[in-house]
């Protein structure tokens, strides 16, 4: 099964627009700049991090932002994190994104003074979107619907934040130990499926896509929902209990590291995983591989393919 399974049966595309007094939408309006950014779900609310490449920050006037805001220092990026104080738009990104089932969070970055959400979502959930749309429309002032229509396909959506920052895509491999094979998600699922996160959260749950080369019995009973059953796709929301994959999201919560294309994929054993993620947060993201391998010998983990994407 392809990585790209998910995204072959998710047949629309949303991108939400919200401009006015938030933070950072000042600083970039003035300066005509663009920032890639990264949307976390917390429960009570949703964090915006993004990050000011080394060689952005030298400018004069730029420098004065990561000093205003508090930003952190990690590697050659400046960390901003902020929580989004607006309760009406955290309740509704979460109901569209979550109740919705499919909608998938890809890409949110802000643009001269107004931040972009670019979501994908299969066709049956269009009458929730739309609600969504409408409610948040009339609630919000400066929300907007930038785009909705079909989806062109993760590929050009990648090239979208290409134009901000430079990506590297990353895939690696482990081997699940046997004794490991009976904890989440391993033990409720089939030998062949397709993972995809719906979005990045702050806590131990995850939300996911999930398709399967066999069906699912009793799906309900396992924490799934079934969506088609003609494609065998699923949404999932994990408790991880293996302590591999708790390590390894646990870290990805703690640095907020932006990635695009949250996929994986297990077959016989072995568990791949794919990424896309900001150039100047590979280092990043490679140092906390490393503290796992060390940490966990036994997962015998493997660099597939670290290269521009």
């Known amino acids: 099964m392809d990585f790209d399974a998910v995204d072959r049966v998710l047949d629309m595309r949303v991108i939400f627009s919200l401009s006015g007094s938030l933070p950072v939408a000042e600083f970039t309006k003035r300066l005509s700049l663009d920032l890639q950014s990264g949307l976390h779900f917390g429960e009570d609310s949703l964090e915006l991090s993004f990050f000011i490449p080394e060689e952005l920050a030298a ?12 930003a952190a220092k990690e ?3 400046y960390f901003s994190n902020f929580g989004m104080a607006t309760e009406d738009l955290h309740k509704g990104l979460r109901a569209a994104i979550e109740e919705s089932r499919t909608m998938v969070a890809d890409n949110l970055w802000l643009s001269s003074g107004t931040y ?16 969504v749309v409408l409610e948040l429309s009339q609630k919000i002032d400066g929300f907007s619907v930038k785009y909705l229509g079909p989806n062109p396909g993760l590929p050009a959506i990648l090239e979208d934040v290409k134009n901000i920052t430079n990506l590297m ?5 482990i081997k699940v130990p046997e004794k490991d094979r009976k904890s989440n998600p391993f033990s409720i699922l089939t030998d062949n499926w397709v993972l995809e996160s719906r979005f990045m959260t702050t ?3 995850t939300f996911n896509l999930l398709i399967t080369n066999e069906k699912i019995s009793n799906p309900e009973d396992k924490g799934m929902i079934l969506i088609d059953p003609e494609l065998n796709l ?8 293996n302590s591999f994959l ?35 947060l590979v280092d990043s993201y490679i140092t906390s591989l490393s503290a796992l391998s060390e940490e966990f010998p036994d997962w ?10």
Request: hydrophobic share 40%.
């Open 234 to 241: 699923y949404q999932l929301k994990l408790e991880l209990d």
């Open 246 to 280: 708790k390590g390894f999201f646990r870290n990805l919560y703690a640095t907020k590291i932006v990635r695009f294309c949250r996929t994986f994929r297990y077959e016989n054993g072995k568990l791949e995983l794919l990424s896309y993620i900001p150039e100047v």
């Open 116 to 131: 972009f959400l670019s979501c994908r979502f299969h066709s049956s959930d269009l009458q929730k979107i739309t609600g």
């Open 203 to 205: 806590g131990t749950s």
């Open 59 to 70: 400018n004069r006037e730029i420098a004065i932002f990561p000093a205003q805001s508090n």
């Open 169 to 173: 895509e990353i895939r690696w491999q």
């Open 75 to 77: 590697g050659n990026v």
């Open 300 to 309: 015998e983990l493997s660099l597939l393919k670290v290269a521009d994407a």
